[in-house]
């Protein structure tokens, strides 16, 4: 049976908002190269990883842990809710119903906020649910076997670009810090704070949604100075201080302490690194307690809070396609915007993209390029069919 295509195609090629979009979590990665780098003197020799991996663009937003709940916790009994998400004023996600048809809504202002409130076990279920393809009975095995509240094994696969798991302190460490001298970094490839600079960031102030109202390059969400929602320090939105590592990451200081892999003692304690937005100086004037890479704070992996949150890592994926790969309407040129209209009449009454439409005039995903075959894929995994592999 043929599916239209035709609402869901205009929406996209207007840019209006969907309604009929699917609640797909899509996690956007930068891939962290120079593979085999040695480690920080500065942070104990850590910061070294021998192979190239991606690290999440962004922390792990309200938004995107509520599609995760509403499919697997409309019964939560591994507590992957903290009823404080909706009573506390910096948590940002709410639930209504009885067990057994719980549903869970962003707050206002709050969806492209970092969730907090959430354990390591809160988001080993969402890594195995989102390795295991987003079902709804996926969250006890994939990359970490758990058992209520154990974690019996971790069964990382770089081959299988598919896994998705929560960074180790040496993963963190280099997508956050690390940039080769020889590509402009500092003298010992590593700098002092995930800005791309050793000198202490600027504090970061927040406008009444809770964007950074200051953004640059050098701004950092702590100190406790992002007053918004009558609180003195807040979450904000996810990437709008304007500050990225060397590899493209967003708010590696700041905003959030993020859960690691990493373990330590024989109690199982979990690492958390980053800083947050309540992260201050210290004696030192010129020393941030928790920004510097020489910094991990560890805790019981049960440990919730405000200030604590996450982000992903994964496998780099295979080359894709390229645009002379894909030719849809096979007319011997390279993929254009006539090759999503070749491919859209196999489901639709028709094309949706005029003719005469150049790579200029679409830009599905938003990065600013050329029409490519990433645009393709965001079309499908807006309207729920994809993906289509072309982007891993």
């Not at 937005?277 to 019981?300: C, Q």
Request: glycine share 12%; aromatic share 12%; with cysteine.
């Amino acid at each position: 049976m043929k599916k239209s295509f035709g609402v869901a195609a205009l929406a996209a090629v207007t840019g209006l908002s969907a309604s009929i979009a699917s609640a797909q979590v899509i996690i956007e990665f930068r891939t962290v190269g120079n593979a085999g780098n040695a480690g920080d003197p500065n942070a104990f020799g850590r910061g070294g990883v021998a192979y190239e991996y991606r690290i999440g663009a962004f922390e792990v937003t309200n938004s995107q842990y509520a599609a995760f709940l509403n499919v697997v916790a409309a019964s939560d009994p591994n507590g992957l809710y903290n009823p404080s998400m909706g009573s506390d004023p910096r948590g940002g996600i709410t639930r209504t119903g009885t067990d057994g048809s719980f549903t869970y809504s962003v707050k206002p202002n709050m969806g492209n906020k970092p969730v907090n409130f959430v354990s390591f076990f809160d988001v080993a279920r969402m890594a195995n649910w989102l390795t295991n393809g987003q079902g709804s009975g996926s969250t006890e095995s994939g990359v970490y076997t758990l058992n209520a509240n154990t974690l019996s094994a971790i069964t990382r696969d770089l081959s299988n670009h598919n896994q998705i798991f929560l960074p180790t302190q040496d993963e963190f460490i280099k997508a956050g810090y690390h940039q080769p001298a020889s590509q402009g970094g500092d003298t010992d490839n590593f700098w002092r704070f995930a800005t791309r600079s050793n000198l202490s960031p600027f504090v970061a102030a927040a406008t009444a949604t809770g964007d950074i109202a200051n953004p640059s390059a050098t701004r950092v969400n702590y100190n406790s100075n992002s007053v918004w929602n009558g609180q003195n320090g807040n979450v904000t939105t996810v990437g709008s201080a304007g500050n990225t590592s060397f590899y493209g990451a967003f708010d590696m200081n700041g905003n959030v302490r993020e859960w690691l892999e990493t373990t330590a003692f024989s109690q199982g304690f979990r690492g958390q690194m980053g800083g947050d937005f309540t992260s201050g100086f210290n004696a030192n004037p010129n020393l941030v307690f928790g920004l510097d890479p020489a910094f991990i704070n560890y805790a019981v992996p049960t440990s919730e809070g405000s200030t604590l949150g996450f982000r992903f890592a994964s496998p780099v994926p295979p080359p894709g396609p390229t645009c002379d790969s894909i030719d849809f309407n096979t007319d011997g040129s390279s993929f254009d915007p006539q090759d999503i209209n070749a491919f859209l009449s196999v489901f639709s009454e028709g094309p949706c993209i005029p003719q005469g439409a150049t790579c200029n005039d679409i830009d599905f995903n938003n990065d600013g390029s050329l029409f490519d075959p990433c645009d393709i894929e965001s079309f499908l995994l807006l309207f729920s069919e994809g993906p289509c592999s072309v982007c891993g």
